[in-house]
T-cell receptor, first 115, second 113 residues
Framework: DTGVSQDPRHKITKRGQNVTFRCDPI?????LYWYRQTLGQGPEFLTY????????KSRLLSDRFSAERPKGSFSTLEIQRTEQGDSAMYLC?????????????FGPGTRLTVL | SQQGEEDPQALSIQEGENATMNCSYK?????LQWYRQNSGRGLVHLIL?????REKHSGRLRVTLDTSKKSSSLLITASRAADTASYFC?????????????FGRGTQLTVWP
């Protein structure tokens, strides 16, 4: 257990439905990242928050995706009008401070299956 | 793309043997990290090596970094069946302080008892 929690751990939904995932970081970590991992691949970066500010978004984050981090604490990732191609593991990672040598701590992930 | 690439894609060994995995990347980095992932689970951080370091040890793990060749290796000594997992290297971007990581496809290690 890294101290980063994600909820739910598994989500099965029908195509076209909206889903929302939550990430709770380690409390003193002000930097939070979302990644997506498909079968047989490594994680791919989606978006990054420093405190409550969303500072970077990948081109993978289409307009159906939105992420928030109100008050710089937990974060949510919402996918609207899900498609089968959205099926993946969604991973949250956090790290403390600004030092470039800080490691990232990953949560257990939310596995999304879109039927 | 700065995505790292691990080699080999799959490695199968007997308990007690050593396992060596390699990683190559494309651009300048601040640090390189190795992660482990058991099937369907999250990533567990193993070790971080800074760009000004050449070798680092942690228990049965030994990591090397050659920035001139843009490559790293992870050695697991005296492997155990419990080491069976996927191993990923992750690099950052020296030109950025945001810290996003770039991962390869990983090496799937199977250790047979």
């Amino acid at each position: 257990d890294t101290g980063v929690s994600q909820d739910p751990r598994h989500k099965i939904t029908k195509r076209g439905q909206n889903v929302t995932f939550r990430c709770d970081p380690i409390s003193e970590h002000n930097r939070l990242y979302w990644y997506r991992q498909t079968l047989g691949q490594g994680p791919e970066f989606l978006t990054y928050f420093q405190n409550e500010a969303q500072l970077e978004k990948s081109r993978l984050l289409s307009d159906r995706f939105s992420a928030e981090r109100p008050k710089g604490s937990f974060s949510t990732l919402e996918i609207q009008r899900t498609e089968q191609g959205d099926s993946a593991m969604y991973l949250c990672a956090t790290r403390p401070g600004a030092h470039v040598y800080n490691e990232q701590f990953f949560g257990p992930g939310t596995r999304l299956t879109v039927l | 793309s700065q995505q790292g690439e691990e080699d080999p894609q799959a490695l199968s060994i007997q308990e007690g043997e050593n396992a060596t995995m390699n990683c190559s990347y494309k651009t300048s980095i601040n640090n390189l990290q190795w992660y482990r992932q058991n099937s369907g689970r999250g990533l567990v951080h193993l070790i971080l090596i800074r760009s000004n370091e050449r070798e680092k040890h942690s228990g049965r793990l030994r990591v090397t970094l050659d920035t001139s060749k843009k490559s790293s290796s992870l050695l697991i000594t005296a492997s155990r069946a419990a080491d069976t997992a996927s191993y990923f290297c992750a690099t950052d971007d020296r030109g950025s302080t945001l810290g996003r990581l770039y991962f390869g496809r990983g090496t799937q290690l199977t250790v047979w008892p």
